[in-house]
């Protein structure tokens, strides 16, 4: 099993910043990518960000240029930095864990961090 705990979430004024970290631990070999998914009220889950084991990004048209996603392999971390926070970034943010065991990948979640951007 791997336990995924977020932290960072909050309230702050559009325009501002936040840093959400999300640790994994339990059985950690073979994490492989994770990442952050949000999802707002009455909205489907959406992507935000990922990254690979080896730092490979992959950052979502809606937060690019103003998020940064970055991993701690030692620290089994990983960190969304996002920037010039606007209204509709709104959402509970989820991390994910992804897994290897070979053929299969599980994908572990966190419980979710809300934050809340004020106009």
């Known amino acids: 099993q791997v336990q995924v705990v977020e932290s960072g979430g909050g309230l702050v004024q559009a325009g501002g910043s936040l840093r959400l970290s999300c640790a994994a631990s339990?059985?950690?070999?073979?994490?492989?990518?994770m990442g952050w998914y949000r999802q707002a009220p009455g909205n489907q889950r959406e992507l935000v960000a990922t990254?690979?084991?080896?730092?490979?990004?992959n950052v979502a048209d809606s937060v690019k240029g103003r998020s940064t996603i970055s991993r701690d392999n030692a620290k089994n971390t990983v960190y969304l930095q996002m920037n010039s926070l606007k209204p509709e970034d709104t959402a509970v943010y989820y991390c994910?864990?992804?897994?290897?065991?070979?053929?299969?990948?599980?994908?572990?979640w966190g419980q979710g961090t809300q934050v809340t951007v004020s106009s």
């Open positions: 990254i690979t084991s080896g730092g490979i990004t």
């Open positions: 994910y864990a992804d897994k290897r065991t070979p053929p299969y990948t599980t994908r572990y």
């Open positions: 339990g059985s950690i070999f073979s994490i492989n990518a």
